[in-house]
């Protein structure tokens, strides 16, 4: 898949989610004419990745459907989609109420594959896109090209790559028996329903594992386990609020940063706005007020302050935060805050532990018996500790590098990629949740469809701008 001398050239994206789909459209509409786009995808759906493969109806995204457009210029793009919905699909999938309308993430992703389908549904770029269902496994840059080879031993050779790797499992906990995964079908498949298991996090992951227990009949006492026992704050209603204000002083560190984001939240209070409209209208500024933190703040911040922004920034749709909340109360869920110290095989089941943990605060140590340990601490962020060949190539031929607060790969704020050596690397990008180190806030679709727009913008300038490579 060479490309040829005056022919235009090719930008490979890799990973088919939705940071890689999104992608892949932005670009079929940046770069010129001639130009072809390939987009690599192990998975046989694309637009789905972790966050929307799932088809339990309980699941649903928890940011408003009325934030969830796939084109930021479009903001009423989806509940369009939705409405097209024949109605009984539509009441079914979409949850409306005084917080806003939250749609089943297996419903979303259907909706990013109908976009890609659209795009090529218009004609014009139908001839333009390849889609290769197989694993990137090695990316290596010869002359001014990449060579990219997938495990089924294809090879091509591509222009610019654009890394879209989307999240991965968390990295295996150092213990016989636990469920590492807690995506994969058989994290709940054959327990016993009346014999307790115990969840590791207490976050979004959790929640989804909980309802797909409970949904399946699970009647015995569900343990979650986290340092600091803090579940989602719940989404309500929340007015814009423009009276945020963070002058100099208080961007001059983590701690008179995190000091003015408590009076603002007091301002906006006293103002008549509640906590979580003060969280929102730091949203536009949250990826610059990441990159003015000094590496060891930003280290700081994931170590000590990071539980505490996810559970009120990453909020829980009202109908499911409901019906955790139901499980407390029946003590059918049982939140614990401390530390895991050991997993020791136990009880008659294949997969049975006893946990001893230390509760917050505590000098002494308890334990718990249950059948089954499922790891919900949420995606892996340090991918040195991933298992996908691509990147433990990339990162063991120095071709990219972890940023420094470990979270992901490190770049520019242009998106390209940052070698060992601290050189940019030229026709190498990253998009979405592989590079939030850089970002942070890149995870959600809100962030990763604007960066998906300036990089094709980026990529395509670029492509134009130069003389095709002859093969």
């Known amino acids: 898949m060479a490309a040829r001398s005056g022919a235009g050239r090719t930008v490979t994206v890799i990973g088919g989610g939705f940071s890689g789909t999104i992608c892949a459209i932005h670009l079929l509409q940046h770069l010129r004419g001639d130009d072809r786009v390939v987009l690599i995808e192990r998975e046989r759906q694309l637009g789905r990745g972790v966050a929307f493969a799932t088809a339990e109806p309980s699941h649903l995204l928890n940011v408003r459907a009325e934030n969830m ?8 793009h989806l509940l369009r989609w939705l409405d097209r919905l024949p109605a009984e699909e539509r009441h079914q999938g979409a949850k409306a109420g005084a917080a806003g309308t939250f749609v089943q993430r297996g419903l979303y992703g259907r909706y990013v594959r109908d976009q890609l389908a659209a795009v090529l549904r218009a004609g014009r770029h139908a001839d333009r896109l390849t889609i290769l269902n197989e694993q990137a496994t090695r990316l290596v840059r010869h002359g001014t090209r990449w060579h990219l080879a997938t495990r089924n031993g294809r090879s091509l050779e591509t222009d610019i790559a654009v890394l879209a790797t989307g999240n991965f499992p968390p990295a295996p906990l150092p213990y016989a028996g636990c469920v590492d995964n807690p995506w994969q079908p058989e994290a709940v498949e054959e327990i016993d329903r009346d014999h307790p298991v115990l969840l590791l996090g207490s976050g979004l992951t959790m929640i989804d594992v909980v309802l797909r227990l409970v949904d399946r009949g699970f009647r015995s006492t569900i343990h979650a386990l986290s340092r600091r026992g803090l579940l989602p704050r719940t989404h309500a209603p929340a007015p814009a609020y423009a009276g945020l204000l963070l002058d100099a002083e208080d961007r001059r560190s983590l701690v008179s940063l995190t000091r003015a984001v408590r009076r603002e939240i007091t301002r906006a209070q006293v103002a008549g706005f ?12 949250s990826q610059l007020l990441w990159q003015e933190l000094s590496p060891a703040d930003r280290r700081r911040f994931v170590r000590h302050l990071r539980p505490w922004w996810d559970v009120h920034r990453h909020r829980a749709a009202p109908e499911v935060a409901e019906r955790i909340h139901r499980l407390q109360a029946e003590g059918r869920l049982v939140l614990h805050a401390g530390r895991l110290e050991a997993l020791e095989p136990s009880g008659p089941w294949s997969s049975g532990a006893l946990v001893t943990y230390r509760p917050r605060g505590a000098a002494a140590s308890l334990a718990l018996e249950v059948q089954r340990v499922i790891n919900c601490t949420g995606t892996a962020v340090d991918l040195a500790a991933v298992d996908d060949p691509l ?14 607060a470990r979270l992901g790969l490190d770049c520019t704020t242009s998106s390209m990629m940052i ?29 990763i469809r604007s960066q998906a727009i300036e990089v094709a913008r980026l990529i395509g300038r670029s492509l134009a701008s130069t003389v095709p490579t002859a093969a």
């Open 391 to 404: 990147i433990r190539q990339l990162l063991a031929s120095g071709t990219v590098r972890a940023d420094g």
């Open 419 to 447: 070698d060992a050596a601290g050189q940019v690397v030229p026709g190498l990008f990253g998009v979405g949740p592989v590079v939030r180190g850089a970002f942070w806030e890149i995870t959600s679709v809100p962030d």
């Open 69 to 76: 457009s796939a084109f930021p210029d479009e903001p009423e």
């Open 274 to 285: 509640g906590w979580r409209s003060a969280i929102d209208a730091l949203r536009p500024h």
